[in-house]
């Protein structure tokens, strides 16, 4: 768009050059102007490319912690040592928390409710409480559905 204005101005200043006129004010103008547009586009861009890489980042983070509680959710189905099981959702807990690290407003109260329901699942696992089974279940189809698909 804006090489179609400068050619324009150019074939512009052709003309006006033709009546005597001097059109290098008017020219400057429309290239200053010319100039702001495509910042403003190339920000607005920048910026766009900026929340598809905070998303992908923080999609790749999710979908690895889906994975990795769904294998636990399968060893704490075996009756696994639950201390493991816990140390290691901790260890999930805490990867999340540094792949959020930096991310914008939204993801960080997205990160908030999944790092008390992460600490919860740890203290269920630890206590052997029935419902911990439950609560990854819960914590899988949590995980599952934040994650964006159509990046």
Do not use: C, H
């Not at 999930?92 to 109260?109: E, V, W």
């Amino acid at each position: 768009m804006a090489v179609v204005a400068i050619i324009a101005l150019i074939i512009g200043w052709t003309a006006f050059n033709r009546s005597g006129e001097n059109v290098i004010p008017t020219a400057q103008n429309q290239l200053e102007d010319a100039a702001r547009v495509v910042d403003t586009q190339i920000n607005e861009v920048s910026d766009d490319l900026g929340k598809a890489a905070e998303d992908m980042r923080l999609a790749s983070a999710r979908t690895t912690a889906q994975t990795e509680l769904a294998a636990l959710e399968v060893r704490a189905e075996a009756d696994e040592d639950s201390e493991v099981i816990a140390q290691e959702i901790a260890e999930i807990r805490a990867d999340l928390n540094t792949a959020y690290n930096g991310a914008s407003a939204q993801a960080r109260q997205e990160w908030t409710a999944l790092s008390v329901s992460l600490t919860n699942l740890e203290e269920e696992v630890r206590s052997g409480t029935a419902t911990a089974l439950e609560s990854f279940g819960e914590l899988l189809i949590s995980l599952g559905g934040d994650v964006r698909t159509d990046i």
